[in-house]
């Protein structure tokens, strides 16, 4: 509740520790979101806080939009009040063969593809950069769901282009330019 009256109106959404994959925990550290930082971190985050009234307002999750529903929300809740991110894991995602998440990866790589696509006009850069942009994210998601949800070996992670690489540290380091970090 400390946090949540410091950032207002704003939904305060967490970080996860996959599997016990994050060693670096950042405390403290928080980033005001603009929906071009969405298109990289806009993703899955459960252990987050919305003001009620404002999911209320937006009809809440989708059913629609499944598996992405907590992306879309987060997007339009984004472009309409804001988001904050902590980066200390407020969560731990645990994956195991029983997971929904093992067989609806192939989904959310699809659906955000798709909403990537529509956050496009609220983005001031040029289209084909973004649209660069999100075939790399397409690209790289496809290899790395298929690792971290679909058991695939760690192997094929040797296979996302460099190019895709390129294009998506080069478009988070832009999107920099659209947030702002500081300290709770």
């Known amino acids: ?11 305060i959404i967490g970080s996860s520790d996959f599997n016990g994959e994050n060693n670096r925990i950042i405390k403290n550290r928080y980033k005001v979101l603009s929906v071009a930082n969405c298109v990289v971190e806009g993703g899955l985050h459960s252990g987050s806080l919305f003001k009620k009234s404002c999911l209320l ?3 809440g999750y989708n059913k629609n939009y499944t598996p992405s529903s907590d992306y879309a929300m987060n997007i339009q809740y984004c472009d309409k009040w804001g988001l904050v991110k902590c ?10 063969e029983n997971n929904a998440s093992n067989t609806a990866y192939v989904k959310f790589v699809e ?3 798709f909403y990537r696509e529509c956050m496009k ?5 040029p289209n084909f950069y973004l649209d660069a942009v999100n075939t790399a994210l397409y690209n790289r998601n496809k290899i790395l ?10 192997t094929l992670l040797k296979n996302i282009r460099l190019k895709d690489k390129l294009l998506i540290k080069s478009y988070t380091t832009i999107a920099k330019l659209f947030s702002k970090e500081y300290d709770i």
């Open 121 to 125: 006009p609220k983005i001031p850069l």
């Open 57 to 59: 307002e937006l009809g």
């Open 145 to 154: 769901f298929a690792v971290k949800w679909g058991g695939k070996e760690k």
């Open 87 to 96: 980066y200390k894991p407020t969560y731990h995602y645990r994956i195991s």
């Open 1 to 11: 509740m400390k946090i949540q009256k410091k950032t207002g109106i704003r939904a």
């Open 111 to 113: 659906r955000d593809f």
